[in-house]
């Protein structure tokens, strides 16, 4: 069955950092690209980050230079490691595969306030 478990967020000051896992079941990442989205209140969901099978990594400009995504293949997770906060980053995190989708995970919400 497949199943994508977010965590890793929490409150953190502007300038903060937090380190997001994703936990994949029922695939390998060995064989898909993955990818990170958030949603922020009122808005649509938006893709930030996405890592090939061949670890190449892209990212939306609004986070570029302060996110990098990673994978463990062997642990079948995916990690986003956030730095340099911003109050605009405030949003549910999200992964999934780049394609084809699967069923979303809960997210895991990460608010920059201070």
């Known amino acids: 069955q497949v199943q994508l478990v977010e965590s890793g967020g929490g409150l953190v000051q502007p300038g903060g950092s937090l380190r997001l896992s994703c936990v994949v079941s029922g695939f390998s990442l060995k064989d898909y690209a993955m990818a990170w989205y958030r949603q922020a209140p009122g808005k649509q969901r938006a893709l930030v980050a996405t890592?090939?099978?061949?670890?190449?990594?892209q990212y939306s400009d609004s986070v570029k230079d302060r996110f990098t995504t990673s994978r463990d293949t062997a642990k079948n997770t995916v990690y986003l490691q956030m730095n340099s906060l911003k109050p605009e980053d405030t949003a549910v995190y999200y992964c999934?595969?780049?394609?084809?989708?699967?069923?979303w995970g809960q997210g895991t919400q990460v608010t920059v306030s201070s």
């Open positions: 999934n595969r780049v394609f084809p989708l699967v069923g």
């Open positions: 890592i090939g099978t061949w670890d190449i990594t």
